[in-house]
């Protein structure tokens, strides 16, 4: 026991020596090949370590805290293929700085490595050449395929059929504001591409908005509105699932007629009809799609909770009227009330349709990480299993998704290794980004 104990305590005190002296480059190997070229630095043990590029020139900085160079390390090698040279020096805090003077246009990718038979610690950076794709789409495509999960947005209303009308704004002109937000927000999302089922002031009929979802394969129908109700007090967001159930076509008839028929009380037009509106606009009949529309919709319930009040916090559930069968998940969010004229002026408020859209965006890609169908991208990034990580202090400026992109890893993948649901980051957190094999 006693003598356990001391090894111990001796193992410690040599780890943190250890620690405490820093790391040695002991060699940087540079090579090329094809269009890449790979640049180790060979390290006496690992360290923590930063790595960012910078513009105008281009460069990539590598800063390893407590480090040195080796003395045998007098003269750095020269620079080839995407690096034109290669500089060193210790900056005041004690870190090692190296710097690669490199190409234009070189996305870089960098990873830890274990000792081996052959070498010891080393950190391992990777320049490819950018292409002429958007460097983005590029990152991703790179290391998996898989198609993209769409998410289909409906905007309620528009052309003829206002919907709920407040003192400003009428439904149909509010709706478009918060789902091109949306819109944007999916498609700048690694995995996701949105599908606006208009985007303009028209009228599409029910049954064709389904159809455009369908026809382009989306994941999940997402309807936006604003509600309204005679008191003028009532407020709050809510949203609901989409339940299914069959219906003949007169009964479809006569609530499509209902629902672009707003009722009016008192010079004031209503909008009860949304639910009428989910009712003919879902023809989603399996259950499965209604634990989707469940599931989906507690998680955007749940975001949208933390941004405005809701009305009700329960995901309610609708019954819906089939027209034909397909699994598509569905829900509809009622953004806030139009008759309120406090939270009318709300969402007319570009800030909070960012905060709003946020929210919904928020609760679907939680969803989907938890959820991802197969063969999308999602799932092969939520699948896969990370060979190292690598630590990324938060300096100004940064963004998950320059992050990801300089990493060459999914937005996604980061947000996983750091349990984040949204892409608030702040200077001086440290991300670990996971780094996966074969690069
Ligand atoms: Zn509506």
């Known amino acids: ?139 991703s495509e790179e290391y998996q395929s898989g198609r993209d999960i769409i998410i289909a947005i409906d905007a309620g209303h528009g052309g003829y059929d206002p919907g709920a009308i407040g003192r400003r704004s009428k439904e149909k002109d509010l709706n478009p504001a918060i789902s091109k937000e949306l819109a944007r927000r999916i498609t700048a999302e690694s995995g996701m591409q949105a599908l606006l089922i208009r985007d303009s002031d028209v009228f599409v009929e029910l049954r064709d908005r389904v159809a455009k979802a369908r026809k382009n394969k989306a994941d999940l129908f997402v309807s936006i509105h604003a509600d309204a109700f005679h008191n003028s007090r009532a407020n709050g967001a809510s949203v609901f699932a989409l339940n299914l159930k069959g219906a003949n076509d007169e009964a479809v008839r ?33 259950n499965a799609s209604l634990s989707v529309s469940l599931d989906v919709g507690a998680r955007v319930s749940r975001e949208m909770s933390k941004v405005t009040k809701m009305h009700s916090k329960e995901v309610k559930q609708k019954s819906l009227l089939v027209l034909k069968a397909a699994d598509m998940g569905s829900i509809l969010v ?63 400026g940064d963004t998950i998704s320059q992050i990801a992109e300089h990493y060459n890893v999914s937005t996604a993948a980061i947000r996983r290794a750091n349990k984040l649901l949204t892409d608030k980051i702040r200077i001086g957190q440290t991300l670990s980004i996971p780094v996966f094999a074969g690069g």
């Open 254 to 286: 006569q609530l499509e007629r209902r629902e672009t028929a707003p009722v009016s009380v008192g010079g004031v037009s209503l909008h009860d009809k949304d639910e009428v509106l989910a009712s003919v606009l879902f023809d989603l009949s399996q």
């Open 334 to 396: 009622e953004t806030g009330f139009i008759s309120n004229a406090a939270e009318e002026k709300k969402l007319r408020n570009k800030k909070h349709q960012a905060r709003l859209a946020g929210a919904v965006l928020a609760g679907i890609r939680s969803y989907f990480y938890t959820n991802p169908p197969p063969g999308t991208r999602i799932a092969m990034d939520v699948r896969r299993i990370p060979s190292s990580q690598v630590r990324h202090v938060i300096s100004s």
């Open 1 to 139: 026991m006693i003598r356990a104990r001391l090894i111990l305590v001796l193992l410690i005190f040599l780890l943190s020596t250890a620690a405490k002296a820093g790391s040695t480059v002991e060699n940087i190997r540079v090579w090329s090949e094809n269009e890449k070229t790979r640049v180790v630095l060979d390290l006496s043990h690992s360290t923590d370590h930063n790595i960012f590029t910078l513009r105008g020139p281009d460069r990539l900085v590598i800063d390893l805290k407590d480090s040195r160079l080796a003395e045998s390390l007098d003269v750095l090698p020269k620079g080839a293929g995407s690096v034109r040279s290669i500089r060193s020096a210790i900056r005041s805090n004690g870190q090692l700085r190296v710097v690669l003077d490199l190409t234009k246009g070189v996305h870089s990718k960098s990873f830890r490595a274990g000792p081996n038979s052959q070498y010891g610690d080393r950190l391992v950076i990777d320049l490819t050449r950018a292409g002429n794709l958007q460097p983005v789409k590029r990152a």
